[in-house]
């Protein structure tokens, strides 16, 4: 795309936001901001993310998410943005959970984890790409010292990334600015370190996001991540393998689920050195990353993420979608918003099922060095 195009894209996307969520976004979060939304422009938001995400998984509709991958996400994350709140917080990320451990620590921890993983020290000036509302880079800033950048191509989570931080008396160590992750723009060998949670998955191509990280780190530099992939148990002939990769892929905003050995090339085709690479899904873990969204009372640790386990429930999600369908239907809510919770629906489900036969994992994590020379 020339940059005169990526110019006007930009442009748009941000216009859009404005008319969608009005000027005071950040104050609001939730369903209650949901309900605070330009109807008509919510319903015309709703239209554009069902245009690119239809239900329909042949070649054609796949190769057109994959052209159209940035509108595709930023109009996912228009929508979905609010209902990621309500149900799991500002962090939007899985996370692995020792016995008796909390929600909110165990996804702290996965931060903590990363951080350390790629030798993010104070000091450092450090990139995350694909920020969402920047709770991994508040944990990140706040536990290592370092001044975190996030990127982002969505308007309305950088605009709730700037509140939070400020709020949190952050906003001296942290930024947050829109960009493409496909044509990253900062001088080339900006960064000490860069880190990815769960984001990089949304790019068409795997080189192409790598490639831009590899650019703006200094030599030497380390970016860490974690990757959604299909893990080497997954066969792309398999109609039932297939199927639950489709369902990720329309339920989360991904235009296409690469298998684990396609990210391991890239980043080796990139120029990476790769000093660490391991599925930290693939254990004996006696409570399993997916279990917020199986339903299954037994996993919960502590009495005080009930409300959590409700709300990510089979039982609490069917609640918010009879919920919104009601306050849709008496005009409270802006239309399409039922289409938004059931197409989330879609995305538990096959995420749950992709974890439970361990043919897909939201935790590769690689950590690889971009060499000296
Ligand atoms: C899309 C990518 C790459 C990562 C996001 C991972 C998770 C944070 C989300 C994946 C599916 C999401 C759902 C919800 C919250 C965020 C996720 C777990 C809900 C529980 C939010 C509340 C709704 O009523 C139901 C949603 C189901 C899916
Ligand atoms: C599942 S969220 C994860 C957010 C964050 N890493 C976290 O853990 O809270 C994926 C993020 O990637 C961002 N993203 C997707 N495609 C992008 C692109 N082409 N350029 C920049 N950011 C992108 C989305 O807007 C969203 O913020």
Redesign the pocket.
């Known amino acids: 795309m020339s940059e005169e195009s990526a110019q006007e894209l930009r442009n748009r996307q941000a216009k859009f936001t404005s008319e969608l969520h009005g000027e005071e976004i950040g104050s609001k979060s939730g369903l209650k901001a949901l309900l605070s939304k330009n109807k008509a422009a919510q319903q015309q938001a709703v239209a554009k993310y069902l245009r690119h995400w239809d239900g329909k998984t042949d070649e054609e509709a796949e190769q057109r998410r994959l052209e159209d991958y940035n509108e595709a996400t930023h109009s996912y994350y228009n929508v979905v943005t609010d ?2 709140e ?3 917080g500002s962090s ?3 996370s692995r959970f020792y016995a008796g451990e909390s929600f909110t620590a165990s996804v702290a921890r996965h931060e903590h984890f990363l951080a350390y993983k790629a030798g993010i020290k104070a000091g450092d000036l450090v990139l995350d790409v694909g920020c969402g509302v920047g709770g991994p880079a508040r944990e990140i800033a706040r536990f290592t010292g370092a001044n975190v950048i996030g990127l982002n191509n969505n308007d309305y989570q950088i605009a709730k990334a700037k509140y939070y931080a400020k709020k949190a008396n952050l906003a001296g160590q942290l930024d947050f600015v829109k960009g493409d992750f496909m044509n990253i723009n900062f001088e080339p060998a900006t960064f000490d370190k860069v880190y990815a949670i ?2 990089t ?2 790019a068409p191509k795997l080189e192409g996001v790598y490639g831009e990280i590899y650019k703006v780190l200094k030599p030497g530099g380390v970016f860490a991540v974690y990757e ?1 992939v299909m893990t080497d148990k997954y066969d792309e002939n398999n109609p039932e393998h297939r199927k639950i990769a489709y369902e990720i892929e329309l ?4 235009p296409k689920m690469f298998p684990a050995e396609v990210a391991r090339k890239a980043l080796k085709t990139v120029g990476f050195e790769i000093l660490h690479d391991e599925d930290l899904a693939d254990n004996d873990d006696p409570v399993p990353w997916y279990y ?2 199986t339903g299954e009372w037994k996993y919960v640790q502590t009495v005080s993420d009930l409300a959590t386990f409700f ?2 429930s089979y039982l ?2 069917m609640f ?2 009879t919920m919104v369908t009601v306050m849709e239907k008496v005009g409270i809510a802006p239309k399409g918003s039922r289409d938004v ?1 059931l197409a ?2 879609e ?2 489900v096959g ?1 749950v099922a992709g974890g439970r036969s361990k043919l897909f994992t ?1 935790m590769m994590l690689f950590v690889a060095k971009k060499p000296e020379n």
Request: contains cysteine.
């Open positions: 209902f990621y309500y149900g799991w939007f990320h899985f769960e984001a998955c949304h959604w339920g989360d905003g991904i917020p969204l709300r990510t609490g999600r918010t979608t919770t989330l629906e995305a538990a995420l939201p």
